[in-house]
């Protein structure tokens, strides 16, 4: 199984557009969503210095533009791409990119979204004197203790041994001079805390463009990076993306769902190599590509027809059905049989795992087709539970 990846801020650096808009074709659709974001894409993906796309108002929709034009690249008929892609998935703003790319939103409304978002979270970051840095080995749960102890946020797990810390720079300061016991501590160049308490007001602004938003259900399987889930409702999905400007990412768990849906190929989007780096020290039965440059297109085409496999939710029309939000055993409630009527909202069981109870609901309702499980079965994520009949929606 093949899942694409997009990485997040920090991922850029000073002209990595440059071969890339060498393409006339790359370069128009570029210079397309340029129009849309209100910025010169081209210019600070070949021009710009580090300081310049360091601006989180220019580097989140550098972006998100880069990682939507390169599939368009990979997969010249989009449509193409959902009988080879099993999951996408994305780092922090990455994962707009994978939103865009499973059609929970078109591209233009994904450029919107991530201009705006790049805008609140730059505003929220002038606010309070704030920070991240990486905190490198040492064990998980004491690491965890000593940010606790200092008042900090892991605002991204990342993977073994790589949690990173966010918060005000005089806590970062107290953290610097009390490590964690075997622990390195990197700063990180970043404007702010990003995914903490302190981008709340990113957040309530970022709720109200959401509003605005139409969606559609993925056409993949889509790994939420607040939690590892597979989120198969887009208004949740877009929820997730306003929501988590403010929560962690839990990078360390999309991989394991990664691992429980059995992916064997990893291909990361440009500007590529740090999904991927990480991938390779936590995944290591799993094989990746960094696409960083377009004379890597033939071999990422090849990549792509050696992982690639028709995604579960492509079989069928997504939206007749409700799928495992995780790894786990499932288990019905409420009776229902075939031709079962259900309201918008209504929970159909439960899947249970060794970390949760996560509901399986109905959320735009209908009538019951069939079941594709039975109760007390094991299902992975993604996996068809019930099919169900839009028309006798209520």
């Known amino acids: ?123 929220a970051a002038e606010r309070t004197p704030t920070g991240m840095t990486a905190v490198l080995g040492g064990d998980r749960d004491a ?89 198969h409702d887009g208004r949740e999905v877009l929820s997730r993306l306003v929501g988590q400007v403010s929560s962690p990412v839990r990078w360390d768990v999309c991989m394991q769902t990664m691992t429980d849906l059995g992916v064997t190929g990893m291909l990361e989007m440009p500007p590529a190599g740090t999904l991927t780096g990480i991938a390779r020290r936590a995944m290591p039965d799993v094989e990746t590509f960094a696409l960083k440059t377009p004379d890597q297109l033939d071999d990422a085409r090849e990549f792509v027809d050696k992982h690639g496999t028709a995604s579960l939710l492509d079989t069928a029309p997504t939206w007749r059905l409700l799928v495992s939000p995780a790894k786990g055993t499932f288990h019905a409630t409420g009776g229902h049989e075939p031709g079962s009527m259900l309201r918008p909202g209504t929970a159909v069981g439960a899947v249970h795992s060794l970390r949760d109870s996560l509901p399986v609901v109905a959320p735009h309702g209908g009538s019951i087709v069939e079941w594709l499980v039975e109760d007390g079965d094991l299902v992975s994520p993604g996996q068809p539970i019930v099919r169900l009949h839009p028309e006798a929606q209520l």
Do not use: C
């Open 143 to 231: 690491v965890l203790a000593k940010l606790a102890d200092h008042g900090l946020t892991p605002a991204n797990e990342n993977g073994p041994g790589q949690v990173v810390a966010a918060g005000t720079m005089e806590q970062l300061a107290a953290l610097d001079a009390d490590p964690p016991e075997k622990a390195r501590l990197r700063p990180l160049q970043v404007a702010g805390a990003f995914h903490t308490e302190h981008m709340q007001s990113a957040v309530e602004t970022l709720a109200t463009y959401a509003r605005a938003i139409s969606t559609h259900d993925p056409r993949t399987a889509m790994i939420s990076n607040r939690d590892g889930q597979v989120v």
């Open 1 to 123: 199984m093949l899942v694409i990846v997009a990485p997040g801020q920090g991922a850029q650096t000073p002209g990595f557009l440059a071969p890339w808009v060498e393409d006339p074709a790359f370069a128009d659709r570029l210079r397309w969503l340029s129009a849309v974001s209100g910025l010169d894409l081209e210019h600070y993906g070949t021009k710009a210095d580090a300081e310049t796309i360091r601006d989180t108002a220019v580097a989140q929709p550098l972006l998100v533009a880069s990682g939507l034009v390169a599939a368009l690249a990979v997969f010249p008929h989009p449509a193409d791409a959902f009988g080879r892609v099993g999951a996408v998935a994305g780092h922090s703003v990455g994962e707009i990119t994978a939103a865009a790319g499973a059609r929970v939103m078109s591209a233009e409304q994904a450029m919107v979204f991530v201009r705006e978002r790049g805008r609140a979270m730059a505003e």
